[in-house]
Structures are given as structure tokens and as C-alpha cells.
Nanobody, 124 residues
Framework: QVQLVESGGGLVHAGGSLRLSCVASGRTFSSIHMGWFRQAPGKEREFVATISGTSSVSNYANSVKGRFTISKDRAKNTVYLQMDSLKPEDTAVYYC?????????????????WGQGTQVTVSS
């Protein structure tokens, strides 16, 4: 079992930055692959970014590529999502998730564990 706790959300103006954190416990951190998803009101949950257990592979949604960066700190069992050049359309609840499969990594259904979510609001 893996427990995930996110933090770092908040209100920011367009063009600003935020860094989300997700602390994982309950399983060897290097053996799980981590991802970030987001869900805006009235919309389906969508993939944002993912990083492999060894941090050697990362993938991003086209909508955030070049603006967001996912990273892991194994010593702290923490995965981060650095969000720069934020836009109002980035407003959503952001969720941290963990998976053991290496397939279909942008699909929320393959993620086994989820955090409670943290709200990010970008004002124009």
C-alpha cells in the first residue's frame, strides 16, 4: 500500500509559478512510478506529467510541455511538479498518483494509488 500526500497548491497570477509536492510512504520509492493529473470543474481528470521510478524517463502533456517539470527526490520520498508560466486554464485540482506498470502511463486507470488533491487557481 502506498500513501500519498500533496501540498503546495494556491492562488497565483497568470505568468507566475508554483511548486507542488507529493510525499509517498508505504513502499520503496524507487520501485514506483509517479504521476500528476488534474481535474477542472466539469471536466474529466487529465494527465499532466509522469516520471519513472529511477527518474530516467518523464513524459508531459502537450499543454504543459516546456512550462512544467516533474522531478523526484528519493531521499525525501517526494515527487515535485514545478509549474512556471501558469495560465488561467491550468486552474484545477491537482492529484499525485502512483503506479507499478510501465505501460499506458498517461491513462489514469493504470494508477493504483492517489492523493487527496491540492487546488491550484490561476487568475488572469
Amino acid at each position: 500500500q502506498v500513501q500519498l500526500v500533496e501540498s503546495g497548491g494556491g492562488l497565483v497570477h497568470a505568468g507566475g509559478s508554483l511548486r507542488l509536492s507529493c510525499v509517498a510512504s508505504g513502499r520503496t520509492f524507487s520501485s514506483i512510478h509517479m504521476g500528476w493529473f488534474r481535474q477542472a470543474p466539469g471536466k474529466e481528470r487529465e494527465f499532466v506529467a509522469t516520471i519513472s521510478g529511477t527518474s530516467s524517463v518523464s513524459n508531459y502533456a502537450n499543454s504543459v510541455k516546456g512550462r512544467f517539470t516533474i522531478s523526484k527526490d528519493r531521499a525525501k520520498n517526494t515527487v515535485y511538479l514545478q509549474m512556471d508560466s501558469l495560465k488561467p486554464e491550468d486552474t484545477a485540482v491537482y492529484y499525485c498518483a502512483a503506479r507499478t506498470t510501465i505501460l499506458d502511463v498517461t491513462n489514469a486507470r493504470v494508477y493504483d494509488h492517489w492523493g487527496q488533491g491540492t487546488q491550484v487557481t490561476v487568475s488572469s
